[in-house]
């Protein structure tokens, strides 16, 4: 069913409206690599079907009379599956690099806003009797963890299964977030102040009874606000500052078990060891070219989702915030430990809460403004780390093995997109780069490579490669134009 017209809710209206710039499109794009190609029949009724149970799959944007407000979810006028799902054989036996390249050129390319915002292409014909799903989305309908869990609409627990995978079933068996008690208080401050508006009259209503702590918590939940708002100056990366609308994707694994390893030896958490992986790696790559920085600012996507909250709608904040770059030769803890103490200080934050009532307030200005504001808060950021949460236990589609989950989501103005995935035993990493700011993306991605090695190469790390764990990561790189 494709459910009534409704409005969008402000952080997915959001999403939809900043695309009056390019540079800030909002395309979240996957590669799910397969043991072998799926049955087409059956992957076709397995989308059918999930197109019927959610009515997102089946609705269009329907924009206001006036260039303010929100748009609404619309049902289409007509919903052909066979342009949403499509199959194509690449020659030869070409490897991920192949499938890499269609997906960046698949991702540049516009959606159709008279149809639904989502395309599947299944690429059979690679290497080893391998295939893969190219899926891509509008980030207006979906954020990554809401992505993951749609996906597991069309999943099965086994190869020869004839039913579908309940969400509810398959959530539990997702990666959980790998520090718990920063989660809870996320969950925490999202129920205390779901809505800018309500907090602040909560606040003012506060002080006029005790004066001096309400007035405390009002500034300090003020000057969150302003932090999540405050224009960002120049990009701090001296070479990375070109902007178009340009992608190239690349992508390799690395173990989970010994990235979570360095990061319980550092004392932080796996996203920890995650941004200190990607932050040594972009130090790499500069200094490879001759430069060096102290300094990188980076935007988070900080999950506040929580049991209940519709599929079909974002559920994060991007926080932006300034990470220290180590030197070569520094501990590697050191660097997991610092971005530690940044990241708990915004989880544990106000700012959290805010995002709802903040994206009510900018849905009243004209479009073009908010455009413009978002350009302000993200095109001079260099880089963006998102963390999903996949699969933990083996899956199937379409009888069909999944062998690997690659996320590209958007750079959204920023010089690159560093994307985490945890599948099985392996941590797949997908790169969205723009090469108007990184114009030697295979040395980008070696040096990210690097970058999870350097990580990796604590105490623990060493002790597990010791038992027989791979050295560093297995490399597979991929373009666009």
């Given amino acids: 069913m494709t459910g009534q017209a409704a409005p969008m809710q402000p952080a997915d209206s959001i999403l939809w409206r900043i695309e009056r710039d ?55 006028d007509e919903f052909d ?28 390319k516009g959606f159709d806003h008279t149809r639904p915002l989502w395309e599947f292409t299944l690429v059979s014909g690679l290497s080893g009797g391998q295939a893969a799903l190219v899926e891509k989305f509008h980030h207006a309908v979906t954020d990554g963890l809401g992505g993951m869990q749609l996906a597991l609409q069309m999943l099965d627990a086994s190869r020869d299964a004839a039913d ?30 779901a809505a800018l508006d309500a907090d602040l009259v909560r606040a003012v209503i506060r002080a006029g009874t005790t004066p001096v702590r309400s007035t405390r918590e009002l500034l300090d939940t003020a000057r969150w606000a302003a932090r999540l708002l405050a224009p960002s100056g120049a990009p701090l990366s001296p070479l990375m ?15 989970l078990d010994r990235l979570r390893q360095a990061a319980h030896h550092a004392g932080g958490s796996l996203n920890d060891a995650f941004v200190a992986a990607v932050v040594a790696g972009l130090r790499r790559y500069l200094e490879t070219q001759g430069a060096s920085v102290s300094r990188l600012r980076m935007t988070l996507p900080v999950s506040i989702r929580r049991p209940g909250d519709p599929l079909e709608q974002n559920r994060f904040t991007p926080v932006r915030f300034v990470v220290p770059v180590l030197a070569s030769g520094e501990s590697p803890a050191l660097a997991v430990q610092a971005i530690s103490t940044i990241i708990r200080s915004w989880r544990a934050s106000p ?30 950021v260099d880089f963006v780390a998102t963390n999903v949460p996949g699969l933990a236990v083996p899956y199937y589609l379409a009888g069909a093995k999944l062998v690997g989950q690659y996320a590209f989501a958007p750079p959204s103005g920023a010089a690159l997109n560093v994307a985490l995935v945890s599948h099985l035993e392996r941590v797949c990493v997908g790169v969205n780069m723009d090469p108007a700011a990184v114009t030697d993306t295979p040395l980008m991605t070696r040096s990210l490579e690097d970058g999870f090695a350097e990580v990796l ?10 038992h027989g764990r791979p050295a560093r990561p ?5 373009g666009g134009s």
């Fill in 22 to 76: 390019a540079v800030l499109r909002s395309t979240i794009t996957a590669v799910t690599l397969l043991d072998r190609t799926p049955d087409w029949s059956r992957l076709r009724h397995r989308t059918g079907a999930a197109a019927d149970t959610i009515s997102r799959l089946r609705q269009v944007v329907a924009e206001p009379i006036w260039p303010v407000g929100s748009p609404h979810w619309s049902p289409a």
């Fill in 81 to 108: 599956l066979d342009y949403h799902l499509r199959q194509l054989s690449l020659p030869g036996e070409p490897g991920l690099d192949a499938v890499l390249d269609f997906a960046a050129r698949e991702a540049m």
């Fill in 457 to 466: 190469e604590s105490r623990v790390a060493r002790h597990a490669a010791a």
């Fill in 164 to 193: 579908l995978v309940a969400a509810v079933r398959g959530r539990g068996e997702l990666h959980a977030p790998s520090n718990g008690r920063p989660l809870r208080r996320t969950i925490a401050a999202a129920r205390a102040a």
């Fill in 474 to 478: 297995r490399a597979k790189g991929g």
């Fill in 241 to 255: 500052l070109g902007r178009s609308t340009r992608l190239r994707f690349a992508a390799f694994d690395t173990d």
């Fill in 351 to 380: 700012a959290l809460g805010l995002s709802d009532g903040l994206a009510r307030l900018l849905n009243a200005l004209p479009t073009e403004a908010v455009s413009r504001v978002f350009g302000s808060l993200l095109k001079n």
